[in-house]
């Protein structure tokens, strides 16, 4: 992937990323003034922290109550984080607490980066396992 083309090759949504690929990725949507944030939720040990944790990182709103349908609302709010869009890079996805809240976080993920196509700025998720519904990210 290189710079200038992020956005023009990858539709917003949430894709399974290779760790080879990271610094890559990340690279090109820096290179076109997107976004990035990072966040490493291996040590979480509940649902709720994890979205406490996830709230933090994307400084959301003070009203973001740290549940599934307030992360929707914000990540979704065209007027949240406007400007050439947004890449979160989570690591150590598959130690998320619960599998079924796992499941839930991504639907979520994936809702919010569909709510977000342009000509909104849009959402980028990258998670560092594979997932039955989360395509790979594509290379250009």
């Not at 090109?28 to 944790?53: F, P």
């Not at 003070?62 to 599934?68: K, L, P, R, V």
Request: charged share 20%; net charge negative; hydrophobic share 50%.
């Amino acid at each position: 992937m290189t710079a200038r083309t992020f956005n023009a090759h990858v539709s917003a949504g949430l894709y399974h990323l290779q760790p080879a690929q990271k610094a890559t990725v990340i690279a090109a949507a820096s290179a076109e003034a997107i976004d990035v944030v990072t966040l490493d939720i291996r040590k979480i040990r509940t649902t709720r922290q994890g979205l406490q944790q996830l709230g933090k990182a994307l400084h959301l709103p003070d009203w973001y109550a740290a549940n599934f349908d307030a992360l929707f609302d914000c990540l979704a709010d065209p007027d949240w984080h406007a400007g050439q869009g947004l890449l979160l890079a989570l690591d150590g996805v598959a130690h998320w607490p619960d599998a079924d809240d796992l499941e839930t976080l991504l639907e979520v993920l994936a809702a919010a980066c569909e709510a977000r196509q342009p000509p909104t700025a849009p959402l980028w998720v990258v998670i560092d396992m594979p997932h039955d519904n989360c395509a790979e990210f594509p290379s250009a």
